[in-house]
T-cell receptor, first 109, second 114 residues
């Protein structure tokens, strides 16, 4: 099956810093989504981004499907950005998203 | 509203006891519904998904089963829990398939089997 690798596995930032989170995948995909899981376990869909670039406030994401990667940018990080960031990809026409192992982000005040 | 309700938030059950977790969604009709499990160490595993009432697809053979008795209700069950069933159970929905629409999660149920 498809492999999804996220890097770096852990990231520590000072509040106000910018960061780039990466998601590489081993095969062509029809769909890619980014999620944020806060320290209480709540999973929030950040972006539905099979290709191109999207922005939502301080967050933006870019997927280059032909090169099999996606990037999540966090600007002016805040302590509330802490948690685990997952990317998930979909191949073929089935309903099964494959999740990466996640990137743990800690933003310190 | 596209709210997903899951309960209970936490649950402690002895080995061998039955389990029933309920998920209900508000908003759009005929959503696709999913049960995921997240074990300690963060990986998310798809357990079941449903495209309509009574239609269940199982992704992983195991001690669990799922049912969809109503359009907006999805239930995860077990007749006899095992220690390995401990984990964080998340219900999710998409308006269409995840092929063409985002996936949204409920707040989850943290299950500890003792």
């Amino acid at each position: 099956g498809i492999q999804v690798e996220q890097s770096p596995p852990d990231l520590i930032l000072q509040e106000g810093a910018n960061s780039t989170l990466r998601c590489n995948f081993s095969d062509s995909v029809n769909n890619l989504q980014w999620f944020h899981q806060n320290p209480w376990g709540q999973l929030i869909n950040l972006f539905y981004i099979p290709s191109g670039t999207k922005q939502n406030g301080r967050l933006s994401a870019t997927t280059v499907a032909t090169e099999r990667y996606s990037l999540l940018y966090i600007s002016s990080s805040q302590t509330t950005d802490s948690g685990v960031y997952f990317c998930a990809v979909l191949t073929g026409a089935n309903s099964k998203l494959t999740f990466g192992k996640g990137i743990t982000l800690s933003v310190r005040p | 509203s596209q709210t997903i309700h899951q309960w209970p938030a936490t649950l402690v059950q002895p080995v061998g006891s039955p389990l029933s977790l309920e998920c209900t969604v508000e908003g759009t009709s005929n959503p696709n519904l999913y049960w995921y499990r997240q074990a300690a160490g963060r990986g998310l595993q798809l357990l079941f998904y449903s495209v309509g009432i009574g239609q269940i697809s199982s992704e992983v053979p195991q001690n669990l089963s799922a049912s969809r008795p109503q359009d907006r209700q999805f239930i995860l069950s077990s007749k006899k829990l095992l220690l390995s069933d401990s984990g964080f159970y998340l219900c999710a929905r998409s308006i269409g398939t995840v092929y063409n629409s985002p996936l949204h999660f409920g707040n989850g149920t943290r299950l500890t089997v003792t």
